[in-house]
């Protein structure tokens, strides 16, 4: 593992409003299921097929979990974030360029914990609809949102990390 330069990054306004943004997101879901667990049936849906039937049935308890996994995972991509040294980077880490390039891999793991924020919400708010007989599963398109947007977010930033390398004339 190569060695490179530990050094102190200030969040920009733009890391600032996406970490917001991802924790009301949690608060949006968390806020939610205490809202509606008394109210859900004995049995939800805990599982869903690529058209986004339910396949799966569980007891309500579940959604505590998936509460709490979606939690943790925000807590994890927020003190990671912290650590941009630590990153694999697809370029060679120096002094020069160390503060652009960690500043925008700590943009990257903000937005992509909006993203994962995103994801619990709507699979969360989803479950308890469907649960109610409000919904009829997720949406047949969701696999593909959210495998569409996670390469679009990791290609962008891909990309500018590359783009971040060559020297300012």
Known sequence: MRKQPKIKIPKSTSILILDLLALSLCVFYVVYTALSYANLPDKIPI???????????????????????????????????????????PVKITEDNAVA????AMQMMSMMN???????????????????????????????VVIGALVLVIGFYFYKSVFLRKPKV
């Open 101 to 104: 390039h960690y500043q925008s």
């Open 47 to 89: 599982h869903y097929d690529l058209s986004g039937e339910v396949d799966g049935m569980g007891g309500k308890s579940v959604i505590l979990l998936l509460v709490g996994i979606g939690l943790l995972l925000f807590v994890m991509l927020r003190v990671l974030n912290n650590y941009p040294h630590t990153f694999n980077y």
């Open 114 to 144: 909006v993203f994962s924020s995103g994801i619990f919400a709507y699979l969360i708010f989803t479950t308890v609809q469907t649960a109610n007989g409000l919904a009829n599963g997720i949406s047949p398109y969701f696999i593909y």
